[in-house]
């Protein structure tokens, strides 16, 4: 099993900045694909970034591309998604998660998720 723990989340205004992390309980989180999804209140889990067990490959979902950037260190067990420009539809409860296989944007392509930590954008 592995623990994932995120922190970071906050109230920021629009056009602000975020950085969130997510702190794995073992060091054999180096051996796992990590991801962010977030939920919205009303809204299903939306798949938002993700990086590779190694931290060479990314990919990101259209609405945050250019915005958002995942990386990770494995070195600390600890993943980030630094969020910049955001908007007020960016606000949720974001979520870390790691899976075996990189690249799927799905949430059960994921085997652990930590328990999210709220993200309020406000105008």
């Not at 969130?20 to 990590?34: E, I, P, Q, V």
Request: proline share 2%.
């Amino acid at each position: 099993q592995v623990q994932l723990v995120e922190s970071g989340g906050g109230l920021v205004q629009a056009g602000g900045s975020l950085r969130l992390a997510c702190t794995a309980s073992k060091r054999t989180f180096s051996n796992y694909n990590m991801a962010w999804f977030r939920q919205a209140p009303g809204k299903e889990r939306e798949f938002v970034a993700g990086v590779s067990w190694n931290g060479v490959n990314t990919h990101y979902s259209r609405s945050v591309n250019g915005r958002f950037t995942i990386s990770r260190d494995n070195a600390k067990n600890t993943g980030y998604l630094q969020m910049n420009s955001l908007k007020p539809e960016d606000t949720a409860v974001y979520y870390c998660a790691a899976g075996r296989r990189y690249g799927e944007t799905t949430g059960h392509s994921y085997d652990y998720w930590g328990q999210g930590t709220q993200v309020t954008v406000s105008s």
